[in-house]
T-cell receptor, first 117, second 112 residues
Framework: EAGVAQSPRYKIIEKRQSVAFWCNPISGHATLYWYQQILGQGPKLLIQFQNNGVVDDSQLPKDRFSAERLKGVDSTLKIQPAKLEDSAVYLC???????????????FGEGSRLTVL | GQSLEQPSEVTAVEGAIVQINCTYQTSGFYGLSWYQQHDGGAPTFLSYNGLDGLEETGRFSSFLSRSDSYGYLLLQELQMKDSASYFCAVRDQENYGQNFVFGPGTRLSVLP
């Protein structure tokens, strides 16, 4: 079974520039998450999709961050304009959780490491 | 809201046993997960406790006490490859039980 694919793995940009990250979840996984992980910290949820609908974007800085999941499969996360504090690893995860009795396992991609200069 | 606490660092020697604790505050608690993350790598799932008690998977075990809002990950027969960061994550009732909030992580260093 192929895992969660993300690209690019690394990106360096100047502040105020824009950047986009792409994620392809595991086939059949309805739920997709974008997490931001700052060095030395735990992953912080930015946005959660159920199929192609947004379930939770309460922690997404909507003045600069946007995300979409077309056709309920691939997803893109965009930052425009970037700030220095956006330097982090952006992790995409997917799950096929069908009920509370399931294990609740998230499958993560390798992440996209963003450096903003 | 939710909050989780873990020790920031733990050091142990090869072959030893180490316990990483996690305390949490949340409403509508469903369960506690544990993830391992090597430097530069993806978090990988280790275990999940939906009910009180101990879950064992090979050298790793995880424990949950819902009444104490507390859990731990127990790593036995430590190996050098176990050096990594370990995160607990609370699963709560928000977003149809698919909301996961991660703790700050515990960095484990295994010495020879």
């Amino acid at each position: 079974e192929a895992g969660v694919a993300q690209s690019p793995r690394y990106k360096i940009i100047e502040k105020r520039q824009s950047v986009a990250f792409w994620c392809n979840p595991i086939s059949g996984h309805a739920t997709l998450y974008w997490y931001q992980q700052i060095l030395g910290q735990g992953p912080k949820l930015l946005i959660q999709f159920q199929n192609n609908g947004v379930v939770d974007d309460s922690q997404l800085p909507k003045d600069r961050f946007s995300a979409e999941r077309l056709k309920g499969v691939d997803s893109t996360l965009k930052i425009q304009p970037a700030k220095l504090e956006d330097s982090a690893v952006y992790l995409c995860a997917s799950s096929h959780i069908t009920g509370v009795s399931t294990t609740g396992e998230l499958f993560f991609g390798e992440g996209s490491r963003l450096t903003v200069l | 809201g939710q909050s989780l606490e873990q020790p920031s660092e733990v050091t142990a020697v090869e072959g030893a046993i180490v316990q990483i604790n996690c305390t949490y505050q949340t409403s509508g608690f469903y369960g506690l997960s544990w993830y391992q993350q090597h430097d530069g790598g993806a978090p990988t799932f280790l275990s999940y406790n939906g009910l009180d008690g101990l879950e064992e998977t090979g050298r790793f075990s995880s424990f949950l006490s819902r009444s104490d809002s507390y859990g731990y990950l127990l790593l036995q027969e430590l190996q050098m490859k176990d050096s990594a960061s370990y995160f607990c994550a609370v699963r709560d009732q928000e977003n149809y039980g698919q909301n996961f909030v991660f703790g700050p992580g515990t960095r484990l260093s295994v010495l020879p």
